[in-house]
């Protein structure tokens, strides 16, 4: 498109042909030669000016002036761009024409602020990322859209009137915009935390521990509004109950380091209360040191052993502890193959494992039999073939 010449001054030869070149395309476009799209183009004007209330040549002029406002605005933006582009600044994608608008720290905009109260607020499924080693919310930006679009958001605009009010020439992506506009929530995509780093990489073979759910997370240049990007808050609300902690913390060390200034009776209790509580711990490894002493004297008297309170040290809750009160030690009847020691197979116990390998319906009479001629009385084996017998077979 040719640029419109300043005001008070005639167009150059260079934006004439410029200017002739597009009003021939565009007649071209609809079929026309350039006189008759010259003479529709009038009579568009003129229609225009009607509907304006003003006059032709009054109607020019301003169209003239709002081309020139806008080529300045552009101009200004573009400047602006290359001067955040050069400071690294992130940049927000603004209006219909897709213009960038560098974001420069500073307070940040009431009607913004409003936005970003009214969602901490709400639950947008929020969960935990790694940005510049400290935790963040991160959360994805349809779930925002849909707050701001839900009949909790009109019912807000009335009570708090700096909430911007979702129109056509407002919707609600310019109303999210204004989260990265005034550095509340900014845009980010996942990153892989050992970017930059001078060690070799990690093989394939021994894949790198990481929480589940836990991405770390770089700021992207360009913020974009998409329903599937994702934004962290840089916004953390209100800070009363981090203050109210960091006041509690601080009492508790000026109470503990003003303590010889405490009255005498407060630090008479105290000391009480001290002793009482070393003669517990005293009280709980002598109970230790006894439970210990019964069970060697029981567990050669009365086998396999008794124990004074069996889940004192297990894994359960404190009243469980002390429940029950006595109980006998637990045996492991079936060892485990590792720790059975291996035993020379006999040429009886050969021949009973060939006999129920290779006739699977013989009656089990011959394991009583032989068990009997032993003097052991009857005992119970497992006719199975095992794999070790087969393998020493």
Known sequence: MATPPPPNQQPSPQQIAAMQQQITQEAQKRGM???????????????????????VDQYINQLKQQALQNHQRQQQ??????????????????????????????????????????????????????????????????????????????????????????????????????????????????????????????????PQKRTKGLWHVKIEQQQEVSEDLHYVWLYEGPQWRQKLYAGGALAAIMAVVMFPLWPIKLRIGVWYLSMGMLGLIGLFFAMAIFRLLLFCATVFTVKPGLWLYPNLFEDVGFFDSFR????????????????????????????????????PSSPPATTSTSSKSNGNGPRKRDLTPRVEEVEED
């Not at 350039?34 to 509907?51: G, L, M, N, S, T």
């Not at 590792?338 to 129920?356: F, G, H, I, L």
């Open 77 to 206: 933006l573009a400047q602006q761009q290359q001067a955040a582009q050069q400071s690294g600044q992130p940049q927000v994608q603004q209006g219909q024409a897709g213009q960038q608008v560098p974001i420069t720290p500073g307070a940040p905009d009431p009607k913004g602020l409003a936005v970003a109260k009214w969602l901490r607020s709400h639950d947008l499924k929020t969960r935990t990322c790694i940005l510049n080693g400290q935790r963040k919310d991160m959360f994805r930006v349809k779930r925002a859209l849909r707050a701001l679009q839900s009949p909790a958001y009109a019912a807000a605009l009335k009570k708090n009137p700096l909430l911007p009010t979702i129109t056509a020439q407002t919707p609600v992506t310019e109303v999210f915009k204004l989260l990265p506009l005034s550095l509340l929530a900014l845009r980010v995509s996942k990153a892989d935390p050992h970017e930059g780093h001078n060690h070799a990489p990690t093989p394939a073979k021994k």
């Open 324 to 359: 029950p009160v006595w109980g006998w030690q637990e045996t492991n009847k079936k060892k485990s193959k590792k720790s059975r020691p291996s035993k020379p197979a006999t040429s009886t116990d050969a021949a009973a494992a060939t006999t129920t390998t290779s006739t």
């Open 33 to 55: 030669t350039p006189q008759q799209f010259q003479a529709w183009q009038r009579q568009q004007i003129e229609a225009d000016a009607k509907k304006a209330g003003l006059s």
